[in-house]
Every structure is written in structure tokens, then in C-alpha cells.
């Protein structure tokens, strides 16, 4: 429940100089601020937030039982947090509420979901705050502390640890994260400045970048007039390409730096690669990049999921078993994403995986159609076991009589 306390008994998670760079409003060289917003009008980071929350999304939160004695475990839909991570509010479902959550952590290096108990302590909603919304504290004897507002919650209440779901990114403190765009604002500003340069030089005709000159001189209202005649004529995406035609003496001189030049194209190819290594998505999740092959296609995979996905779905489960779970129910209860649902789209990697592990003896024909939605056939429950092999203990040993034969005589002759 939510508890109010003397603030100046605490020390606060958010320091001073920290104030502005951990929501991501440093400024970057390039004079452009970079701030959660405004870095997602940079391509690259759009797209690699998106499709780590849109992944770690779609994967199935699942509460399991553990087994008598450790061996193995149950899925449970029926156990209460099973029904709450299902129901997490009254307005997000499971995909909403776990995009939004990866979203902030992502973003602001930080994620917070305040949990809203009953009278007997059962969790009954999960509400995930806007990280703005958020300060956090330290007590003396090491309890962290939050103060939050949200209308779902109060205004001004201070939760503490155990009621609250907190996800962190990179941190220095041990209990506060860091927003990767506010520890690489260099590389985001650069970004963006590059994608404006090249907007700005297609509406500008991306050709002509120069001067007129003449002899003559010319008034200050006869050489607006005149520059003014030139962007109309020559100016914008829709008159690159025309020719010229200059009178009264008048010369053009180029000034400016074509693409090429530039590298343009160059420089928006290496933030791109820079910003997919901030968020450890290679460049061919976001459509950049063309050393991806068929060969290793399935490596480059199974790294974006063991960098990107699996750190984020750990804290998760590790989060949601120690906060929601009673302690008489943790040793028997565990909390796990079901990465399987990644082979959804790719039906044969499903149909070949489910084949060796059927007979292998790992799973049962009916267990392997259960996952894919599929009805029970009789018999289906049997285990199969590989006719060229066998338990162990079957085996005779290296001494036992029975492996020595007496030679065949009639081989012998």
C-alpha cells in the first residue's frame, strides 16, 4: 500500500547534474537538442525501439509450476498472477502493456510499474508510469523509495520497492538506469542532423548550391528580387535538373559540397550502424546493411535475441517473481517468456524442431500439438524411443562374459 514518509530522510536516486541528461535533454555538437522526441525523429532509433518492444511484446508471458522435486514444470492459467499478468489494467492488454514498458526502457534507460493491491495484499492491476512521473529514493537502511503521480495511483504518493516493478538499463548507482540517449547524444545529434542536411538539399534541388555574380550593382531590393526569381525557377526537388539561362552578365559559382562530397550517404550509413550497436540490434532488423547472408542469417538471429531480448525478458521475470509472487509460493512457482513464439512465422523451423524433438523421446506427439493448437490423437501420449539406442544401464559391460563369442566354424573354413 502506499506509504508516506519524511523526504529529507532520503537520499534522492536522480542527481542534480543528472537531472536533464537522464530524461535525454543534453545538447549534442551539432546544436540540435536531443531529448526522448526529438531522437526519434532520427530513423535508426525509431526503428530499433520499435522492434525490440514490438519482439519483446509478442513473446507469451508464462507463470509455471514447478514439478515435486525440481523436474520439470507446468503451465498454469488459472493461478491468480497468471490471471493478472493476462489482465494487467483496464485498458492495456499483455502486447499494449509490455510494449509501452519495453518502450520506456529503451527510451529513458528506466521502466516503472506500480503495483495496486487489495485489501489482502493480492495484486489486483499493474500500472505502468510515464518515467517522468518518477523520482527515486534511498533510504538510510538501503530501501528504495518512489514518488509518483498518476491518476490511477494519487498524486504525490511515495510506494515503496515492493510495490513497485522496476526495470533498469545501464546504471552507475546500482538503482537507477541511463538513458542511452542521454550517454550517446553525439551519435543521435549527428543522425539527425544528417537526415535534415539531406531534406534540406532535396528541397533545395540538390544541385544547385552557389552564388550569382555580376559586374553591375545591384540594390538591395534588385538582388532579393533577383534571388528570389532563382529559388522559384531552380529551386526544390521538382526543378532539379533544369537548365539555367543567365542574363545581363550575370555568373553562377558553386560554393557548396555535393553529397558525394560530403559522404553523405557514408555518414548516414555509419550513425545508423553506430545507433544499432547502442541498442544491440543488428543493422538488418532495422533494414540497414547488406552483410547478412543466408549463411548466417540465423546467427545474426539468435545474437540480436541473446543481446537485445533475453537481458530485458530476465529482469522482467526476475522483477514480476520477486514482487508479485508470496514468499510461500516462490519456490514452487516461476515466471518465463516463451521465446518459441519467435518460430511463428517460420513453419518449417517449427515442423523440424517439433519432429526431432518427438523422436528423441524429449516430448510426446500430443505434448508437440498442444503448442500448435492442435487436437490430442489416441496414443499421442507415448514417449518414442530411438531403436539404435538405449539406456545405459542395459548396456553390458566391457567384461561380462556375454560379450565374448566363440568363433564361427564355418568361418573358418
Known amino acids: 500500500m502506499p506509504v508516506r514518509t519524511k523526504a529529507d530522510s532520503f537520499a534522492s536516486g536522480s542527481y542534480p547534474s543528472w537531472l536533464s541528461a537522464g530524461l535525454g535533454a543534453l545538447p549534442s555538437a551539432t546544436g540540435l537538442p536531443v531529448t526522448p522526441f526529438t531522437a526519434m525523429q532520427a530513423s535508426a532509433v525509431f526503428s530499433c525501439v520499435n522492434r525490440i518492444s514490438e519482439d519483446l511484446a509478442k513473446i507469451p508471458l508464462q507463470v509455471q509450476e514447478i514439478l515435486p522435486n525440481g523436474r520439470g514444470a507446468t503451465v498454469t492459467t488459472t493461478h ?163 537548365t539555367a539561362v543567365l542574363e545581363e552578365g550575370l555568373e553562377y559559382e558553386r560554393i557548396g559540397m555535393t553529397a558525394d562530397e560530403a559522404q553523405f550517404l557514408e ?61 510461500e509460493e516462490k519456490a514452487r512457482l516461476r515466471v518465463r517468456f516463451n521465446f518459441d513464439e519467435l518460430l511463428r512465422g517460420d513453419m518449417q523451423s517449427r515442423v523440424a524442431a517439433g519432429v526431432a524433438a518427438v523422436n528423441s523421446g524429449l516430448i510426446s506427439a500430443n505434448e508437440w500439438r498442444a503448442r500448435e493448437g492442435m487436437n490430442p490423437y489416441p496414443r499421442g501420449d507415448e514417449y518414442r524411443v530411438p531403436l539404435n539406442t538405449g539406456a545405459a544401464s542395459t548396456a553390458p559391460a566391457v567384461d561380462d562374459p556375454a560379450r565374448i563369442t566363440a568363433p564361427d566354424p564355418a568361418a573358418q573354413t
Open 80 to 242: 491468480p498472477l497468471a490471471v493478472l499478468l493476462a489482465y494487467p489494467n483496464r485498458w492495456q492488454t499483455p502486447y499494449q502493456f509490455w510494449f509501452y514498458v519495453t518502450l520506456c526502457l529503451c527510451m529513458r534507460g528506466n521502466s516503472y510499474v506500480a503495483i495496486v493491491r487489495g485489501q489482502n495484499g493480492q495484486p489486483r492491476s499493474l500500472i505502468p508510469i510515464m518515467p517522468d512521473r518518477v523520482s527515486v529514493l534511498m533510504s538510510p537502511r538501503g530501501w528504495l523509495f518512489y514518488n509518483i503521480s498518476h491518476p490511477l495511483v494519487g498524486e504525490g504518493i511515495r510506494l515503496h520497492q515492493d510495490d513497485m516493478i522496476h526495470l533498469r538499463g545501464f546504471t552507475l548507482d546500482g538503482y537507477m538506469g541511463i538513458s542511452p540517449i542521454m550517454a550517446c547524444p553525439e551519435a543521435i545529434g549527428l543522425a539527425i542532423a544528417a537526415q535534415r542536411h539531406g531534406a534540406t538539399l532535396f528541397r533545395n534541388g540538390a544541385q544547385i548550391q552557389g552564388v550569382l555574380k555580376t559586374a553591375k550593382s545591384l540594390s538591395k531590393e534588385a538582388a532579393a528580387r533577383m534571388a528570389s526569381s532563382w529559388r522559384d525557377a531552380y529551386g526544390g526537388v521538382d526543378n532539379t535538373g533544369k
Open 267 to 327: 555518414v548516414r550509413e555509419k550513425e545508423d550502424v553506430d545507433i544499432c550497436g547502442m541498442f544491440s540490434v543488428p543493422p538488418h532488423k532495422i533494414g540497414r546493411g547488406d552483410k547478412v547472408t543466408i549463411a548466417n542469417f540465423e546467427n545474426a538471429s539468435q545474437e540480436y535475441i541473446d543481446n537485445a531480448l533475453i537481458p530485458k525478458a530476465r529482469q522482467a521475470e526476475e522483477q514480476i517473481h520477486s514482487r508479485l509472487g508470496f514468499s
